[in-house]
């Protein structure tokens, strides 16, 4: 049984394309690709996760029905986000505006933007299990179980090997700010949505992030969903900018500076 005394889930939203849509009717790539974790401790994990169970029956859905957001109308969207915002667990999601990305063809190499993501999204995940071990109270050994959403095509041994070498970049004092005694490398795997709860409830979070920063064909996005969640995302010293939120590059605060459907956005930079 594992020591590990957080669970990670990691589940995203959007695509990784670069062939963005032009007017109304185009079907091109999302502006916006987002990558989120939602975080237990392992010791309510299950309580926490069965969650779904009662989403399920709420919902009036099959007793092993995959709760896929984007499959939800608005009204249980809204009422999903509510029952999600009581839980005790923390989510960090990395929003990437991939419009703004100043050298794009980086990002289109094998699994350029995904790791990328996987960067940001773990030293947030590292500074979170090590600031919030509590071994007296809840026990384990202050590192975290993460478990990826199984993609198709994606090769986590390579993921891997991309962590190794940053952490060994760290080693010889580079600038990489995971923290590898709070993420193991060792303890990254991934499942299908299908075979754990709690990736469902990242793939919720990761949706309601991309609402409310892709705008649809009107040029409108849908902000509540992330506003009702506001009270796991995760905070430090009440700072959500940052840790909770990590909107990249900076220049994408330049294209949404005068969208008013993003002042909830704009209000969290200034907290």
């Not at 990670?8 to 062939?19: A, C, K, L, N």
């Not at 974790?37 to 029905?65: C, S």
Request: glycine content about 6%; overall charge neutral.
């Amino acid at each position: 049984m594992s020591k590990a005394s957080h669970r990670v889930y990691i589940d995203e939203s959007g695509d990784e394309g670069f062939s963005f849509r032009d007017g109304a009717a185009d079907n091109g790539s999302s502006d916006w690709f987002v990558l989120t974790a939602f975080v237990t401790r392992t010791a309510n994990d299950l309580q926490t996760v069965k969650i779904i169970d009662t989403v399920r029956d709420e919902f009036g859905l099959h007793p092993k029905k995959h709760v896929h957001w984007k499959k939800l109308k608005h009204p249980l969207k809204v009422r999903y986000a509510q029952m999600i915002a009581g839980l005790p667990a923390r989510a960090i999601s990395i929003c990437v505006h991939k419009p703004s990305l100043l050298e794009p063809e980086k990002f289109r190499l094998r699994y350029g933007l995904y790791l990328y993501c996987v960067r940001y999204m773990l030293e947030r995940v590292s500074w979170l299990v090590r600031d919030t071990h509590n071994p007296d109270k809840y026990g384990g050994d202050g590192t975290a179980d993460i478990l990826f959403s199984n993609r198709s095509g994606m090769s986590y041994e390579e993921m891997k090997d991309y962590l190794r070498r940053l952490e060994l970049m760290k080693e010889h004092g580079q600038d990489i700010r995971i923290d590898f005694d709070h993420v193991k490398i060792d303890q990254i795997s991934a499942l299908s949505p299908g075979r754990a709860m709690g990736l469902q409830l990242a793939d919720a979070v990761a949706g309601a992030t991309f609402n409310a920063l892709e705008r649809d064909p009107y040029e409108n996005t849908e902000p509540r969903y992330i506003q009702t969640l506001d009270p796991i995302m995760y905070k430090n010293r009440g700072m959500l900018w940052g840790y909770g939120l990590k909107v990249v590059p900076r220049e994408a605060m330049a294209d949404i500076a005068d969208q008013s459907c993003c002042d909830w956005l704009r209000d969290k930079a200034k907290t």
